[in-house]
T-cell receptor, first 114, second 112 residues
Framework: KAGVTQTPRYLIKTRGQQVTLSCSPI?????VSWYQQTPGQGLQFLFE???????NKGNFPGRFSGRQFSNSRSEMNVSTLELGDSALYLC?????????????FGPGTRLTVL | DQQVKQNSPSLSVQEGRISILNCDYT??????FLWYKKYPAEGPTFLIS?????DKNEDGRFTVFLNKSAKHLSLHIVPSQPGDSAVYFC???????????FGKGTSLLVTP
């Protein structure tokens, strides 16, 4: 069974630009969560989607948004990029919402903002 | 404000010995705790979990202990193996959703 895939794996952007990251969950998984990992803050929860609806949202500004499609694939968007947005963005999928034990992470997208 | 803290950024242990990774939390509403392991260039993988109604959970070489009164949990790996070398993250959640709150991780190095 294929794992969680994230594209692109690496991305370089400049301040003020916007970026869209993509996540394809494991087949059959309907919940997708996004996390940001930085050296200073560690892993921080961004948001969770289940059946195309956002269930939970972390403490991030409105520049961070996401969506989920009917095939459970998810995208996250960051607008007006700032230097501090440089991070590893991880996506995780699980069969159902609220089931962290079955959450599988993708390898992440490394975003660098110059 | 970091609600889950892993105060040791790194730990080095000899192969065959016990590795003890510690985690403290501040939110008394947390009722579910997890440990993840992360290798470089890979996403974290779930290792073991414990709910607040238990004080211990075992899975092979891995045991997690929870001390609710101290708001402290620990992961014991016995015996440690070189393949255990990775970054270990502690996470906690509250019901009904499961927005995980992670610690910053502890890098474990198991030397032969």
């Amino acid at each position: 069974k294929a794992g969680v895939t994230q594209t692109p794996r690496y991305l370089i952007k400049t301040r003020g630009q916007q970026v869209t990251l993509s996540c394809s969950p494991i087949s059959g998984h309907r919940s997708v969560s996004w996390y940001q990992q930085t050296p200073g803050q560690g892993l921080q929860f961004l948001f969770e989607y289940f059946s195309e609806t956002q269930r939970n949202k972390g403490n991030f500004p409105g520049r961070f948004s996401g969506r989920q499609f009917s095939n459970s694939r998810s995208e996250m968007n960051v607008s007006t990029l700032e230097l501090g947005d440089s991070a590893l963005y991880l996506c995780a999928s699980s069969l159902t919402a609220g089931d962290p034990d079955t959450q599988y992470f993708g390898p992440g997208t490394r975003l660098t903002v110059l | 404000d970091q609600q889950v803290k892993q105060n040791s950024p790194s730990l080095s242990v000899q192969e065959g010995r016990i590795s003890i990774l510690n985690c403290d939390y501040t939110n008394s509403m947390f009722d579910y705790f997890l440990w993840y392991k992360k290798y470089p260039a890979e996403g974290p993988t779930f290792l073991i979990s414990i709910s607040s109604i238990k004080d211990k959970n075992e899975d092979g070489r891995f045991t997690v202990f929870l001390n609710k009164s101290a708001k402290h949990l620990s992961l014991h790996i016995v015996p440690s193996q070189p393949g255990d070398s990775a970054v270990y993250f502690c996470a906690a959640s509250t019901p009904p959703g499961y927005a995980l709150n992670f610690g910053k991780g502890t890098s474990l190095l198991v030397t032969p």
